[in-house]
């Protein structure tokens, strides 16, 4: 469901990365014809006879997050797993209902965190498992994209769809869940917002309840070229070494003798030419696919799950509100 630039990256990977599927069909927005020649697969003229056809098993919601809980909802009733994008859904009600239908009707649910299938991420994510650096005392976490807010696509840039730390930095609150294996505490945040209303910048400090404490940086606001490595970039600071982590490049861990050692480095992709669906891209999104795929076909929990993505909203959500109020908020977790 949906035809814009994240539908096609999935309708990439479904038909060139995850032998286990078939891409069955493409509906929903104004590129729909368009993708669904492109990829020679058949349109649905409406998402109802999308959600209803008895050749479609499983179904990719890629469309504007304000339209995610109706899309979800469609689907659970038609006998449809989902694989949701992030975010979740601009709300944690809406969050908790689509969870919970999905819960009581026995279908696979599992949220588009892609950021978590990244192998610099996995990298980092095993050396903090193994314990290389101890006990997380804080994190330095980046998501700075340059060239403001009209490098976006025009729905982000309505209010129901609240923001860039929502639709973009959610990845990053995701990711620090993910490697603390934590929820958060508390969070104090301040944001910046365009003249229209649409939060830009969010800094916001995240408290856990382990004691770990996280600075997160979301901003479209740079000046092109913006900086170096800091699109998903996180600082780690333990108890027994650091990690450097950038999830479009090199992974790198300093222990024991205090010396940085190259970990992993992600092959560069061209954001200009072809690479935008070249294998350095492309890797993260059909790993994830085909986790949905096997947990289809195996029936079993996802990876990343409806909690996983409610909470990463409540995260958000508890930012938005910490700024408005000028106090701290704790989020909810459940």
Not at 54 to 76: G, S
Not at 113 to 140: D, P, W
Not at 165 to 194: M, P
Request: charged fraction near 20%; hydrophobic fraction near 45%.
């Amino acid at each position: 469901m949906g035809s814009g630039f994240i539908a096609r990256t999935h309708a990439h990977s479904l038909a060139h990365g995850c032998p286990n599927a078939v891409l069955a069909g493409i509906g929903g927005g104004s590129r729909a014809a368009t993708l669904a020649a492109e990829f020679a697969v058949p349109l649905f003229h409406s998402l109802e006879a999308l959600a209803a056809d008895a050749k479609v098993d499983a179904v990719i919601i890629a469309t504007p997050h304000n339209l995610h809980r109706d899309h979800a909802l469609l689907c659970a009733r038609h006998g449809k797993h989902v694989l949701l994008e992030k975010p979740m859904a601009p709300s944690v009600s809406e969050c908790r209902e689509i969870t919970e239908t999905f819960r009581s009707t026995n279908l696979r649910l599992m949220i588009a965190f892609s950021q978590r299938f990244r192998q610099s991420n996995i990298t980092a994510h095993e050396q903090i498992r193994a314990g290389r650096i101890g006990k997380i005392l804080m994190v330095q976490e980046q998501a700075l994209l340059p060239n403001g807010l009209h490098a976006y696509p025009q729905w982000q840039q309505q209010p129901q769809n609240l923001g860039i730390l929502f639709g973009y930095g959610i990845h990053n609150i995701d990711k620090l869940r993910w490697f603390l294996q934590d929820e958060v505490e508390c969070v104090t945040a301040r944001v910046l917002r365009s003249t229209t209303g649409i939060e830009t910048s969010t800094m916001a400090t995240l408290r856990w309840r382990n004691g770990t404490l996280a600075n997160l940086w979301s901003s479209v606001d740079l000046p092109a070229p913006g900086f170096d490595a800091s699109a998903f970039r996180s600082l780690i600071v333990g108890e027994k070494g650091l990690l450097d982590v950038d999830g479009y490049g090199a992974v790198r861990l300093a222990d024991k003798d205090g010396t940085w050692e190259t970990l992993f480095v992600q092959p560069a992709i061209d954001w200009r030419g072809g690479g935008m669906f070249s294998d350095a891209r492309m890797g993260s999104f059909n790993a994830q696919n085909q986790a949905f795929i096997d947990a289809v076909i195996k029936e079993i929990d996802p990876p990343v799950t409806g909690t996983d993505g409610l909470r990463a909203v409540a995260i958000a959500l508890a930012a938005y509100e910490s700024a408005s109020r000028n106090e701290a908020i704790h989020p909810p977790t459940s």
